[in-house]
T-cell receptor, first 112, second 120 residues
Framework: TQLLEQSPQFLSIQEGENLTVYCNSS?????LQWYRQEPGEGPVLLVT?????EVKKLKRLTFQFGDARKDSSLHITAAQPGDTGLYLC????????????FGKGTKLSVKP | GAVVSQHPSRVICKSGTSVKIECRSL??????MFWYRQFPKQSLMLMAT?????????EQGVEKDKFLINHASLTLSTLTVTSAHPEDSSFYIC????????????????FGNGTRLTVT
């Protein structure tokens, strides 16, 4: 069974601080996706990484896929209150139907 | 971009009644949709995979007679919670991938905005 361990589970920081969220597994994934979810809404895709060692940047967010495609990280620079939300990593298992295995999520709170 | 519409967004029902939740892909076809359940401050738990024109595939521990899934067209899947009880109260979310039909392994999922079910 493929599992994704996400850490930390909760994170509360001040505006302007940097943070990193980790997503780890003992299994290899064909792709790793990061989603952000706000209360009462569905998750929204932030990025997909597919190549080992790949780094993608989305404004102040930097996503990295591990060389062995077993882990990923999300780094946020100079966090803002608008970054508050639940961040979910999800691994593609390679099935053609597109199902994903989700981590338990990181609840981020950025205080002004 | 690909849009998934979920309806209703909130529903309150009495114990013993049934509730139907709809999930529609508005601008693409989806032979496969997924239904999740999410408890407060927790991640998504996959309940079942809805397949157009065939029976849904349920995850272990999910009662298929309790959570009826119908995927009658390429743009609509429904989840019916039958004989609802207070413990069924939860946030239900559906998702679909517009590229799933092409067998892409890296297809991102597009989610509905969820349905908050409260059973009294």
């Amino acid at each position: 069974t493929q599992l994704l361990e996400q850490s930390p589970q909760f994170l509360s920081i001040q505006e302007g601080e940097n943070l990193t969220v980790y997503c780890n597994s003992s299994s290899v994934f064909s792709s790793l996706q990061w989603y952000r979810q706000e209360p009462g809404e569905g998750p929204v895709l932030l990025v997909t990484v597919v190549t080992g060692g790949e780094v993608k940047k989305l404004k102040r967010l930097t996503f990295q896929f591990g060389d062995a495609r077993k882990d990923s990280s999300l780094h946020i620079t100079a966090a803002q209150p608008g970054d508050t939300g639940l961040y979910l990593c999800a691994g593609g298992s390679g099935g053609s139907q597109g199902n994903l295995i989700f981590g338990k999520g990181t609840k981020l709170s950025v205080k002004p | 971009g690909a849009v998934v519409s979920q309806h209703p967004s909130r529903v309150i029902c009495k114990s013993g009644t049934s509730v139907k939740i709809e999930c529609r892909s508005l601008d693409f076809q989806a032979t496969t949709m997924f239904w999740y359940r999410q408890f407060p401050k927790q991640s998504l738990m996959l309940m079942a995979t809805s397949n157009e024109g065939s029976k849904a595939t349920y995850e272990q521990g999910v009662e298929k007679d309790k959570f009826l899934i119908n995927h009658a067209s390429l743009t609509l899947s429904t989840l019916t919670v039958t004989s609802a009880h207070p413990e069924d109260s939860s946030f239900y979310i559906c998702s679909a991938s517009p590229w799933g039909d092409r067998g892409s392994y890296n297809s991102p999922l597009h989610f509905g905005n969820g349905t908050r079910l409260t059973v009294t």
